[in-house]
């Protein structure tokens, strides 16, 4: 068993993250610590709050991060607006953040991580801040982390979020810099793979009828988002992103990874732009990896094949209070 935090920024995606890991009994969620990104922190934390409860998991811990990014100006995600999960899709509950601050969390767990010999992984799909600010306090922090697995970037891919980045990077690029530059070993999830995994109507279908009230939720906010971009995509369906590094740490079989050296812009005019070196010596001295590839099939399917647990563990009758 693999023991994770989430560091998340709920999000529709993180979401379906969030449940994925909780249904898999390959990991064992610590806390899931949230940040400024997809909303502000505040409601990153309720959601997070809300998709805990929603699994019927309100014994793992929530955190709350970082409500702005190191040194940029605050921007937030596309579909901000949605705030916090309305309550006619994800039920309210009486669940609240921990008091402790998910920068705490994060540096505590990772020095109890090298007193036990166990090393953590961290499982990021949001902007980076809390990460950047925990590896900073001291070196027991980065000796406690075993891997970073990242959704974020876009090599081969136009951004998401501005036409040169991809929105995690682009929310605080200076924390993504700080993060890739620590030593940590780290494996990316970019925007040219997680494009390659469509969820369609089909997909969205099953999740209603054999997920439970979890499935439902989150076809409903999938629905209520409106991912799809035919245009773009060239077929029906939209992107699941977060779900990728936390079927990594399931199946690393569905992925094809290649080393590489990887930066993050900084400055004004490509901010949050990365780069990537596959084929230099940095390259092949660094402990980096990209997702080049994803059997899409399969991982959905391994998604479906999860959620659908939720139903059988009758987690769709958790106790939310309205």
Known sequence: MTAIIMDADPGVDDLAAILLALASPELSVLGVTTVAGNVPVEASAANACKALALAGRKDVPVFAGCSRPLVRAQIFGKHAYLGAFPDHVVPATDKRPEPAHAVSFIADAARQAVASGTP??????????????????????????????????????????????EMNMLADPHAAHAVLASGVPVSLFPLDVTLQALVEDSHLQRMREGAGRAGRALADLFQLSDRSDIDRYGRPGGPIHDIMPVAFLLAPELFEMRHAAIGVETGDHTMGHTYADFSGEAAAAGSAEIARRVDDQALLSLLLDRLETYASKNASTAEIRP
Do not use: Q
């Not at 990021?124 to 970037?153: F, H, Q, S």
């Open 120 to 165: 953590l992984t961290i499982c990021a799909t949001g902007p980076l801040t809390n990460l950047a600010m925990a590896l900073t306090l001291d070196e027991n922090v980065k000796a406690g982390i075993a891997r970073i697995v990242i959704m974020g970037g876009a090599f081969t891919a136009l951004g998401n979020r501005a036409p040169w980045a």
